[in-house]
């Protein structure tokens, strides 16, 4: 598993853990769905994501969506 997958994945079971506790539990817990959505809104806009720099320390193989050479346009290469 690269980072990439593991993003999604760590966002995927956040939002799904958010609504289960906000089902059972209470309704606040959407305050995590809402953070998780705002993070990938940000990593999208910006391409910079606090859990990929976590998990690159945990030694997860990299990826190309955080891959810094990908991200630049053609013409800056």
């Known amino acids: 598993m690269n980072i990439d997958r593991a993003v999604l ?21 959407l305050l995590l769905a809402a953070f998780v959505g705002a993070n990938q809104l940000q990593a999208s806009l910006t391409g ?17 969506a955080f891959d810094a050479e990908v991200r630049q346009p053609t013409s800056a290469r």
């Open 48 to 64: 910079w994501c606090p859990a990929a720099l976590l998990l690159q320390r945990f030694g997860v193989p990299a990826g190309c």
């Open 9 to 29: 994945a760590l966002a995927g079971t956040l939002t799904l853990i958010s609504a289960l506790l906000a089902a059972v539990w209470s309704p606040w817990w």
